[in-house]
């Protein structure tokens, strides 16, 4: 098992930055890939990033926030980062970070483990 909690989100301006980060726990081995969704009011959640544990460098984007965002991980802490920049207000949704999918997918069913979502508002 692997335990996910994010924090980092807020009220930013359009324009504005902010870092989302998710700390792990527990069976980090079964972590393998992990990545940030987002769901907005009414909407389905969404694929915005993800990182291979094991290799900082195997990253997928979406094409909504490529360029924009950027993800990250610190294997000594244990920990994901999303760093936001020039922040839209369709940005505005409620961040996920998710861990454990075995195969490079978008698709947020073939990721078991969750945490509780952080909130980001873009807005001014």
């Known amino acids: 098992q692997v335990q996910l909690v994010e924090s980092g989100g807020g009220l930013v301006q359009p324009g504005g930055s902010l870092r989302l980060s998710c700390t792990a726990s527990?069976?980090?081995?079964?972590?393998?890939?992990m990545g940030w969704f987002r769901q907005a009011p009414g909407k389905e959640r969404e694929f915005v990033a993800a990182?291979?544990?094991?290799?900082?460098?195997?990253?997928d984007y979406a094409d909504s926030v490529k360029g924009r965002f950027a993800i990250s991980r610190d294997s000594a802490k244990t920990a994901l980062y999303l760093q936001m920049n020039g922040l839209k207000p369709e940005d505005t949704a409620v961040y996920y970070c998710?861990?454990?999918?075995?195969?490079?997918?978008?698709?947020?069913?073939?990721?078991?483990?969750w945490g509780q979502g952080t909130q980001v508002t873009v807005s001014s």
């Open positions: 998710a861990a454990g999918a075995v195969v490079p997918v978008r698709e947020s069913k073939y990721y078991p483990y």
């Open positions: 527990g069976s980090i081995f079964m972590a393998y890939r």
């Open positions: 990182v291979n544990w094991r290799n900082a460098d195997n990253t």
